[in-house]
C-alpha cells in the first residue's frame, strides 16, 4: 500500500491530452513539492517534473505538473506513442521522515 | 558527463549481506544530497537509503533500519549502501540517485542500476 495514491492505469490516442492524479496528505503532498519520474521499459528513471511544475532542461512542454492542497496532477499533451510508460509521483513525507512513491501509473498509448 | 555507475549485485542467500557501490563522475559529489531507490520484479519505486553532502544525516525507511546502511566517500567520489540480513524480498534492481539542490529535491541524475536477488 503506497503513501501516495496514483491510477494503476491511464490510456489514450495519439494526440490526445491525458492526466494522471497523485492524492497525498497533509504531511506530503500538502506541505512538500512533489515530483515526477517516467520509467521507459528497461531503464532508468527520469526526473520528468519537479518542485510541482518545473521541467529539467530536455523534458518536452507537453509535460506539465500542477498541485491543489494534498493532490498533484502531471499532464501529457499530444501524446505520442513514445510516451508509453510507467510513471511515478514522488513527495517527502514530514511525518514518517520518508521519501514517499505512488505506486506508479501505466500509461498505454492506444 | 554527469554519470553515476553502479556495481555489487549479484545473488545472494538469505540472511546474506552485500555492499553496493555507485560511483559519481561528471560533477561536484560533496556538494550533493544522495539516495538509493529499488525495484522489485512487477513493483513500484521504493525508496531505501537517503544521505546528506557531509553524511551528517541519513535517512532509512522503518522496513530497513538496522539492516541496511548508507554511506559515502567524498574522497572518492562515490556512494555505498552495506545490506545485511537480506530477505528475498529485498531482490529488486537497486539503483542511485542524485538529489538536487535545495530548494528543489527531485532527483535528477539516475544510476543504470544493479540487480540484487536473494534467493537460495
Known amino acids: 500500500q503506497s503513501v501516495l495514491t496514483q491510477p494503476p492505469s491511464a490510456s489514450g490516442t495519439p494526440g490526445q491530452r491525458v492526466t494522471i492524479s497523485c492524492s497525498g496528505s497533509s504531511s506530503n503532498i500538502g506541505n512538500n513539492p512533489v515530483n515526477w519520474y517516467q520509467l521507459l521499459p528497461g531503464t532508468a528513471p527520469k526526473l520528468l517534473i519537479y518542485s510541482n511544475n518545473q521541467r529539467p532542461s530536455g523534458v518536452p512542454d507537453r509535460f506539465s505538473g500542477s498541485k491543489s492542497g494534498t493532490s498533484a496532477s502531471l499532464a501529457i499533451s499530444g501524446l505520442q506513442s513514445e510516451d508509453e510508460a510507467d510513471f511515478y509521483c514522488a513527495a517527502w513525507d514530514d511525518s514518517l521522515n520518508a521519501w514517499v512513491f505512488g505506486g506508479g501509473t501505466k500509461l498505454t498509448v492506444l | 558527463e554527469v554519470q553515476l555507475v553502479e556495481s555489487g549485485g549479484g545473488l545472494v542467500q538469505p540472511g546474506g549481506s552485500l555492499r553496493l557501490s555507485c560511483a559519481a563522475s561528471g560533477f561536484t559529489f560533496s556538494s550533493y544530497e544522495m539516495i538509493w531507490v529499488r525495484q522489485a520484479p512487477g513493483q513500484g519505486l521504493e525508496w531505501v537509503a537517503y544521505i546528506s553532502s557531509s553524511s551528517s544525516t541519513k535517512h532509512y525507511p522503518d522496513s530497513m533500519k538496522g539492516r541496511f546502511t548508507i554511506s559515502r566517500d567524498n574522497a572518492k567520489n562515490s556512494l555505498y549502501l552495506q545490506m545485511n540480513s537480506l530477505r528475498a524480498e529485498d531482490t529488486a534492481v537497486y539503483y542511485c540517485?542524485?538529489?538536487?539542490?535545495?530548494?528543489?529535491?527531485?532527483?535528477?541524475?539516475w544510476g543504470q542500476g544493479t540487480m540484487v536477488t536473494v534467493s537460495s
Open positions: 540517485a542524485r538529489e538536487q539542490h535545495k530548494p528543489s529535491n527531485g532527483f535528477d541524475i
